[in-house]
Structure formats: structure tokens, C-alpha cells
Nanobody, 124 residues
Framework: QVQLVESGGGLVQAGGSLRLSCAASGRTRYSMGWFRQAPGKEREFVAGNHWSSGSTYYTDTDSVKGRFTTSRDNAKNTVYLQMNSLKPEDTAIYYC?????????????????WGQGTQVTVSS
């Protein structure tokens, strides 16, 4: 099992940046995903990266394209989500999750360990 702890959320003005971190402990050789859930909306996939190759993948929608970047530092057992040019619609709780090894990377049911989430609020 892996334990995940997110950090780095907060309140930022539109156009600003935040970098979220997700520290993993326990078994850490997992591909990781970032999800977010806005009030009244379903949780959605944002970005992910493979634990060994470092390959990254992002939501197919244009919602974060060109603005969000995920990376990882396996030596630190930490994954990151760099968020630039933030918009009010990015306001959500952001979660990192460990991929179970089966299913598509883009669906939350494919992940079996979750962090507690970190709140990101973007003011207009």
C-alpha cells in the first residue's frame, strides 16, 4: 500500500500559479494521477505520469492544456502538478492517486490509493 499526502494548495488570483506536491510513502513504485473535483461536479482526471518511464499524460479536454504540467522525482517519492495561468474555473479540491495497474489512466476507478486532497481557489 501507499500513503499519499498532497500540499501546495491555496488561494491565488486569476493568472497566478501554484505547484502542488504529492508525497508518497510505503510502496511507491506507482504511476500517479492528479484529479480534481469542483463543487457540484464529478471528479475529473487532470494529469498523470508513469513511475518508471516518466511519461506524462493529460486530460483530453482543453481545460488545462498548455497550463498544467506534471512531473515526478522518484528519489523524493514525490509528484508535482505545476499550474500556471490559473482561472476561476480551476477552483477545486485536487487529489493525487496511485494507479492500480489495471484500467485506463483517465478514470478514477483505476486508482486505488488517494490522498486527502488540497484546496485550490482561484479568485477573479
Amino acid at each position: 500500500q501507499v500513503q499519499l499526502v498532497e500540499s501546495g494548495g491555496g488561494l491565488v488570483q486569476a493568472g497566478g500559479s501554484l505547484r502542488l506536491s504529492c508525497a508518497a510513502s510505503g510502496r511507491t513504485r506507482y504511476s500517479m494521477g492528479w484529479f480534481r473535483q469542483a463543487p457540484g461536479k464529478e471528479r475529473e482526471f487532470v494529469a498523470g505520469n508513469h513511475w518508471s518511464s516518466g511519461s506524462t499524460y493529460y486530460t483530453d479536454t482543453d481545460s488545462v492544456k498548455g497550463r498544467f504540467t506534471t512531473s515526478r522525482d522518484n528519489a523524493k517519492n514525490t509528484v508535482y502538478l505545476q499550474m500556471n495561468s490559473l482561472k476561476p474555473e480551476d477552483t477545486a479540491i485536487y487529489y493525487c492517486a496511485a494507479y492500480s495497474g489495471t484500467g485506463t489512466y483517465y478514470a478514477d476507478i483505476s486508482y486505488n490509493s488517494w490522498g486527502q486532497g488540497t484546496q485550490v481557489t482561484v479568485s477573479s
